[in-house]
């Protein structure tokens, strides 16, 4: 497990790249660097899921969801992940039907390549 953390400057947008077979607490972890990462009130991140395999379960989603929605630091923020396979972009999309749920000002999305993620964080 490794993630690799750049800023695209020009765009104001940070990425994640998370590497190899990644569990709930790694997620967590991850999270927090990434939020660390990004300046100001207003976030944009992009967590590149290209590269790495969720090991992760449905009651792992809902936590991941939790997590999000309450140590978040961010009044506002636009997360994009990239999944191209299958099994990762249909947990992806179980995270966002569950963030859905939520009262905060976090958007999410979820995207099979990248060029489509950087458009939507870029809006």
Request: proline share 3%; hydrophobic share 45%; aromatic share 8%.
């Amino acid at each position: 497990m490794d993630l690799e953390i750049s800023c695209d400057d020009k765009e104001g947008v940070i990425i994640g790249i998370p590497r190899g077979d990644i569990d709930l607490e790694f997620i967590k972890s991850a999270a927090i660097k990434m939020w660390e990462a990004s300046p100001g009130e207003d976030a944009r991140i992009l967590w590149d899921m290209r590269n790495c395999r969720l090991r992760v379960q449905t009651p792992d989603i809902r936590v991941w969801a939790e997590f999000a929605k309450t140590k978040a630091p961010h009044r506002r923020a636009r997360i994009a992940f990239v999944a191209d396979e299958d099994l990762e972009f249909g947990l992806l999309r179980m995270l966002n039907a569950f963030r859905d749920r939520d009262d905060t000002q976090i958007e999410l999305t979820i995207c099979r390549d990248i060029d489509a993620a950087m458009v939507w964080l870029k809006r």
